[in-house]
């Protein structure tokens, strides 16, 4: 690949492998915050656990669909935190199917020191957006909201017609 187009790549075609590169260091810095601040959550579920202990029991499926995770993801991440006892799964009464998930007691502690933890995290990205003067949480959500609405598909076929 000649230079130009390596450089033309790396400037824009390598945008989700640079978001994936900082969700990886984001995730890897915030498990190791949580075990400074003496939470045994790995950072992959805090979203789960928060979910869990804002809304109650929820369905496997009903938090796949709040958290936007595939049904296999969400299924990974609630089988880490049963094997720590930190949520019970249990079969719906009503629909054998469905599996209803709980924070249990020591889901709730973890979760009552994940919340102590949250304000600090909150002035840490505070911090870094006034370092590096944007607000990189309102450009993360817009480039999403844009791809959905429209696909990388239908824009790439919308600017070749263009410039057709």
Request: hydrophobic share 40%; net charge positive.
């Amino acid at each position: 690949m000649s230079n130009i187009r390596m450089e033309a790549f790396e400037k824009h075609g390598a945008f989700g492998m640079y978001v994936r590169r900082l969700h990886d260091v984001i995730t890897t810095q915030l498990e190791e915050s949580l075990i400074d601040a003496g939470c045994s959550l790995k950072g992959t579920t805090t979203s789960i656990v928060w979910l869990l202990r804002n809304q109650g029991p929820l369905s496997l499926t009903d938090i796949s669909k709040q958290l936007r995770y595939s049904h296999q993801l969400a299924t990974q991440r609630i089988g880490w935190l049963e094997k720590r006892k930190l949520v019970h799964v249990s079969t719906d009464r009503t629909d054998k199917r469905r599996k209803i998930i709980k924070l249990t007691k020591a889901g709730l502690r973890e979760c009552s020191i994940f919340e102590k933890h949250i304000a600090a995290l909150e002035q840490m990205y505070t911090d870094i957006f006034t370092e590096i003067d944007v607000d990189a949480m309102a450009v993360v959500r817009s480039v999403e909201a844009a791809l959905l609405s429209r696909t990388i598909s239908e824009r790439i076929i919308h600017s070749r017609e263009e410039a057709a």
